[in-house]
């Protein structure tokens, strides 16, 4: 079974409006990570928080952590169409030798 | 700096075929890591290498998939006798030796193989 799972599985909005999509995961880890994939392309990386963070940020994203609820969530503001793309969450856990765990996925549209 | 690089980017194969499927890690790059995706669904993990060992396949299946990533060349996997649910996405990511504790991967653009 998935380690993470991505909630919503889609999200439509319109240029300007801020996008929220929760990831959660089953059992602790070292550090939780959120990629971007274009259709037809590879994964890029977006950010890490390790789990001992609470909250990063990088430009228009924002990553909270909530390792009692097993959960954290990716927020995009200010979304631009170019913004367009399907978001995964990632896990990397001691017990499973550090290697990437993925979610589902989310996919976001984002409306000129 | 060039990024990661896999070969083909398409590839076609009948029934009963094989299929190989490459990855050139980023330069300085000793980690290698596949993954498998499906339409419209997440990256399940296959397998990690180092140069010249197999850290993991735990998500390799049991029969016709292996890997390698020899001391020179590119990484390899390599699917006999595909079937028609081998068709699939085929993703390689690189990290360099020190990133064990970030686990921060670098993807290439992927390889779909379609089973006709």
């Known amino acids: 079974s998935q380690q993470g799972e991505e909630d919503p599985q889609a999200l439509s909005i319109q240029e300007g409006e801020n996008a929220t999509m929760n990831c959660s995961y089953k059992t602790s880890i070292n550090n939780l990570q959120w990629y971007r994939q274009n259709s037809g392309r590879g994964l890029v990386h977006l950010i890490l928080?390790?789990?001992?963070?609470r909250e990063k940020h990088s430009g228009r994203l924002r990553v909270t952590l909530d390792t009692s609820k097993k959960s954290s969530s990716l927020l995009i503001t200010a979304s631009r169409a170019a913004d367009t793309a399907s978001y995964f969450c990632a896990t990397t856990r001691e017990a499973a030798g550090n290697k990437l765990t993925f979610g589902g996925g989310t996919r976001v549209l984002v409306k000129p | 700096n060039a990024g990661v690089m896999q070969n083909p980017r398409h590839l076609v194969r009948r029934r009963g075929q094989e299929a190989r499927l490459r990855c050139s890690p980023m330069k300085g790059h000793s980690h290698v890591y596949w993954y498998r995706q499906l339409p419209e669904e997440g990256l399940k993990f296959m397998v990690y290498?180092?140069?010249?060992?197999?850290?993991?396949e735990s998500g390799m299946p049991k029969e016709r998939f292996s890997a390698e990533f020899p001391k020179e060349g590119p990484s390899i996997l390599r699917i006999q006798q595909v079937v028609r649910g081998d068709s699939a996405a085929y993703f390689c990511a690189s990290s360099p030796p020190n990133s064990m504790d970030t686990g921060e991967l670098f993807f290439g653009e992927g390889s779909r193989l379609t089973v006709l």
């Open positions: 928080i390790r789990s001992n963070e």
């Open positions: 290498l180092q140069k010249e060992n197999i850290i993991d």
